[in-house]
Structures are given as C-alpha cells and as structure tokens.
C-alpha cells in the first residue's frame, strides 16, 4: 500500500472517507452517504442518513489543533447555544456520550479525532456578500463578544492568544530560515521589520490590558459563515482564542480588502457592531496594524505551506508597504 504521505489529496481523502465510516460506527446513526466536502487544515465530509438528517464530520489533521483546542472550542459552542439565540455549529456526542470520537483506518498512519456537527444550512457569505448581510456580520460579531466578555470557563479552558506576531503554536517562523531566503530579499526583510516595529507594540498594550481580553472567535471571515434565507449561521469556531474585540473584527476586515466594494462593507460591519457594542478600535491605525499583523503571519504561513509562495507573498508585501506609506 501506498505511503499516506505519497498519495494526492484526492487519494488521501479516499483514505480518510474509510476511517470517517469507522468513526460514524461510533454514533447511533444509520449512514445511508458520506461525501467529500472540502479538504483545508482539516477534511471535511457531509454525512446523510437514512432519515434524512445531515451532518458534518471534521477529521482533524494531526499537529494541527489539539484535543484542548477542540474540548475549548466545544465547550464555547455549547455554552454559547446556551446562552444566546446565535446560530452556532452543535457538536453531536458519540454512543459513549463523548463529543471527541477516534477512529483509524488502514492506509492512514495515526489515529484521528473526529468530531461530528449538526449540519449547517446555506451559501458560504462570499457568495451573498451584501452590505445588508456584512451589517448583519458586524452585530453578531459584536454579540459573539458581549458573550464572551461574560463566559466564565472551566479551569482547563486554554486556549491560544495572540500575544505576537506569528501565534499559531504548531506554524514554524520561517521567514528568517535560510531555507526560504529566496523568498525574502532585503527589500522585503525590510517591509517585514519595519511592520513588526508597528505591530509588537500595538500586541504587547492589548495583551497588558487583560480585562479587555477574553475568549473570541478568531476567524471570523466570509467563508466561515453561511447565508439561509436571511440568517448568518456561524462557523469553524477552531481557531477561537483569548484576545481582545478589536483583534478578532481585524480578522474579520482582512479578507476582501481587494475588493471594490470593501469600503462599503466595512463600514457596514462597524454599522452593524455599533447596534450592539461600541466599536472596539480607539483608531483606524490601531486597526489597519492588526489587519497588517494578519498579513504578517499569512506570509510566513503561505513561504512554506503553498505550492506557489511569491503569487501571494508578493501583492501582501505590497499592502504592506502600502500600510507603511501610510503610516511612516
């Protein structure tokens, strides 16, 4: 049999389909499909039964997220359908009333996690993406954070913060490896530096200030929520961690700043989170420097992660040194 490492994505997710089926044996569920849906950090499968219900399976990619990331992000999803009229993913237990599920199959070399969701209904936002539905975007983003500024977590809730530039623990920092010079000439070491003379500062106040800071969801974009006969439905809440309001609606305003409308749907979003909080940013600079420090971190991310580096880390270090024209 082939090396799991050897095979193409495709031929891994054929593998995975095997072990999703061993998982779903672990559920008082009869399975009548399991579909491929996408394969990104994780490989995700739509799942139908025999009644008609629908599900999505995460099977989660070792050395990605932790069990303690996946129980966290459980555990806010569960407390926040709880707590708030929020359309939010609900975790499924396992016949053991576990919501954290093991599985293995043959062809793939570890043991998985494997966590079953309710499924979600709709288009991904991107394919709606209005000022009508991003002020919808901006209110809910501000409800995710009145609630999270009152959670109270267990004791071994940990999640991950973003206390420095590059923060995810399991992404190494490649941009001063000689492996990757190539892709950073000292004109772009130079972009890169002088960003992080703007972002280290602005990290290191919002982390002094800790009780502004507090569980949020940390990838809050256009792909990660769906559109259904006018409600958002949110999504993906893996990557949630401890910060501050502001770095999580940075998050949110990176994506589509290419766009020709972004103006617009930005200040729909703030629109939108002004109905229900204050607006988290004292300044735009404050703000453009997080969304500058999201660059930061995708770059390292892209050097040694994409099949083509410089198509994207090119026009990002552009914005960068567009953020620096702007703010020098």
């Given amino acids: 049999m082939k090396p799991f490492g050897e095979l193409t994505e495709r031929g891994q997710a054929r593998r995975l389909q095997r072990l999703a089926a061993a998982a779903l044996q672990q559920y008082a569920l009869t399975v009548s499909r399991i579909r491929l849906i996408a394969v990104h950090t994780n490989c995700l499968f ?120 590059f923060y995810y623990p399991h992404e190494p920092v490649v941009i001063y490896a000689e492996k990757y010079r190539s892709f950073f000439p000292p004109q772009r070491m130079t972009i ?41 439905y949110l999504l993906d809440f893996e990557d949630l961690m401890i910060g501050s309001p502001l770095q999580d609606v940075a998050i949110t305003l990176y994506y589509g700043r290419n766009r020709a409308d972004y103006a617009a749907l930005a200040a729909a979003f703030e629109k939108g989170y002004n109905t229900v909080l204050p607006w988290p940013a004292s300044s735009l600079y404050e703000l453009e420097t997080l969304i500058a420090a999201r660059t930061l971190m995708f770059i390292n991310y892209v050097a040694y992660s994409s099949s083509q580096p410089l198509k994207q880390i090119e026009p990002m270090s552009d914005r960068l040194a567009a953020f620096l024209q702007k703010w020098k």
């Fill in 192 to 232: 890169i530096e002088e960003t992080l003379a703007h972002v280290k500062p602005l990290l290191a106040r919002l982390n002094a200030n800790t009780s502004a800071q507090h569980v949020i969801h940390g990838d809050l974009h256009m792909w990660n929520v769906h559109v259904h006969r006018g409600t958002l």
């Fill in 46 to 165: 739509r799942i139908d039964t025999v009644d008609g219900a629908k599900y999505a399976l995460r099977i989660c990619t070792p050395g990605e997220h932790t069990l303690a990331d996946n129980l966290a992000e459980i555990t806010w999803l569960t407390a926040l359908q709880r707590d708030t009229d929020l359309h939010v993913p609900t975790p499924i237990h396992n016949r053991n009333g576990s919501p954290i599920t093991m599985a293995e199959a043959a062809g793939v070399p570890e043991v998985r996690r494997c966590i079953l969701f309710e499924w979600i209904p709709g288009r991904a936002l991107d394919a709606r993406l209005t000022v009508a539905n991003y002020a919808k975007l901006g209110a809910i983003s501000a409800k995710l954070h009145q609630h999270g500024a009152l959670f109270q977590p267990p004791a071994d809730f940990q999640p991950m913060r973003w206390n420095k530039p």
